[in-house]
């Protein structure tokens, strides 16, 4: 706590070498170029210390990965504040992507780097790996860095890291925030351990309504998670190229959100590059 009262976080550098404070640096850099209310705000830092000091608001609520792995019965994500937070990241990384002074690829999109404020908005956070690019720059060649399960196959092939690899990785957050399922799972079949996979086959298997979170399966409306579903597959797209940019996903999310409130009808949605809802995806349900 400050003397004024304000209550703040600290992070420190757990071993000191030269990875973790050029990370501590990138981070400070990154962060002095943003100012988003989806983005955790850098309050100050102190580098003279022995150990570096990086200071952020105070985000009370956790993570999101707490809310969607962990027992939470007193407080369960609703439908309506899945689809807002998945709304708020979106956001966030459309504004790195497009709007900040230059291009922002986050490049460790993950639910654990999602935290929540008192009033459960999105925070993004973990900058320490993040690349400022130039305008007219497409991707940056780094070696390969992320989390498994969140990382886009075709950067790990390429070792090219564009903004369709923050949208992969957005794409396995959203399919955690319908399936309540980790993204990689040992207690899954083999070919289902990464969830994208497990996803994907499932949406081709006309499944999708069987591996939905049951919260989901309770009060979510029918038509929004189908949408929703195919939004997170063009996300988890193979092809980069094939993916949509989070613009195009902030508008697909807002118009799903305006439709369930009565602001707009669903035939008015401007699906994602045009495409209308394949019927085959309109799937069984378990009893």
């Known amino acids: ?33 943003i100012n988003h209310r989806n983005v955790v705000k850098l309050l100050g830092c102190c580098l003279e210390t022995k ?3 990086l200071v952020y608001e105070f985000i009370p609520n956790g993570t999101l990965f707490q809310y969607l792995h962990e027992e939470n019965e007193e407080f369960p994500l609703t439908w ?3 689809l807002r937070i998945a709304i708020e990241i979106a956001g966030a990384l459309s504004y790195l992507h497009s709007e900040a002074s230059s291009p922002i690829y986050h490049r460790d999109i993950k639910s654990t780097n999602i935290l929540l404020d008192e009033k459960y908005r999105a925070k993004v956070a973990d900058f ?25 196959p075709e950067y790990f092939q390429t070792s090219q890291f564009t903004e369709k690899s923050d949208v992969y990785s957005f794409g396995v957050v959203l399919v955690e925030l319908l399936t309540g399922e980790k993204p990689v799972s040992s207690t899954r079949s083999e070919e289902g351990r990464s969830l994208s996979s497990y996803f994907i086959l ?24 189908i949408i929703v579903a195919n939004l997170a597959k063009s996300c988890l797209h193979l092809n980069g190229e094939k993916r949509p940019t989070m613009g195009e996903v902030v508008m697909e999310l807002q118009g799903i959100q305006k439709a369930s409130r ?10 994602v590059r045009s495409k209308e809802i394949d019927p085959s995806y309109v799937c069984s349900t378990s009893s």
């Open 1 to 33: 706590m400050l003397s004024d009262g304000q209550i703040i976080a600290i992070k420190k550098c757990n071993i000191l070498d030269e990875g973790n404070l050029k990370n501590f640096i990138n981070e400070i850099i990154i962060l002095s170029q």
């Open 128 to 152: 320490g790996t993040s690349k400022s690019v130039k305008i007219d720059q497409t991707h940056v060649t780094t070696l390969v860095h992320g989390t498994f399960g969140y990382l886009d």
């Open 51 to 53: 150990v570096p000091l």
């Open 262 to 271: 009565g602001e707009q009808n669903y035939e008015e949605l401007q699906y």
């Open 80 to 82: 309506d504040m899945r």
């Open 202 to 225: 499932s949406m081709k298997k006309n499944h999708l309504f069987d591996i939905l979170d049951d919260q989901i399966k309770k009060e979510g409306d029918k038509e929004e998670i």
